[in-house]
């Protein structure tokens, strides 16, 4: 989460000539991202298609899918960006893999938003 720093100047005046000022500073922290995992059951070699992968949510109901990218750590050594989807400040993360091998790996989606700000998140990836 990354936090900007404001800074606000104020002027009072008591309408017969005299005048106070004071600066306030303001520090502003971007909106929360919950971000959850979603297992991934595949089968070895064939194409999982568009799978879940993991959901997030934010309180900025204003918020696009476009506000944000996803990439996904397979666990098996290879990674691609995913399709984030949704809006009114609920989002999917989808995407697709094949594995290699059987066995159990562990996923991470890792989700930036517009100023940089990111969230990972863990799963596992059974492998039949």
Do not use: R
């Not at 971007?30 to 064939?46: C, F, P, S, Y």
């Not at 930036?112 to 492998?127: E, F, L, N, Y």
């Amino acid at each position: 989460m990354s936090t900007v720093s404001y800074s606000a100047p104020v002027t009072a005046d008591d309408g017969n000539g005299k005048t106070v000022s004071q600066t306030f500073n303001w520090l502003v922290n971007d909106k929360v991202l919950t971000v959850q995992g979603v297992a991934v059951n595949a089968v070895e070699g064939n194409d999982t298609g568009a799978i879940t992968v993991a959901t997030c949510t934010t309180p900025d109901l204003n918020s696009q899918a476009g506000d944000f990218t996803a990439v996904v750590n397979w666990g098996d050594g290879n990674s691609d960006t995913a399709t984030v989807s949704g809006g009114n400040g609920s989002f999917t993360v989808t995407d697709d893999h094949t594995y290699a091998e059987k066995g159990s790996f562990p996923v991470s989606v890792t989700i930036t938003d517009a100023s940089g700000a990111s969230t990972t998140v863990g799963s596992t990836a059974t492998v039949t």
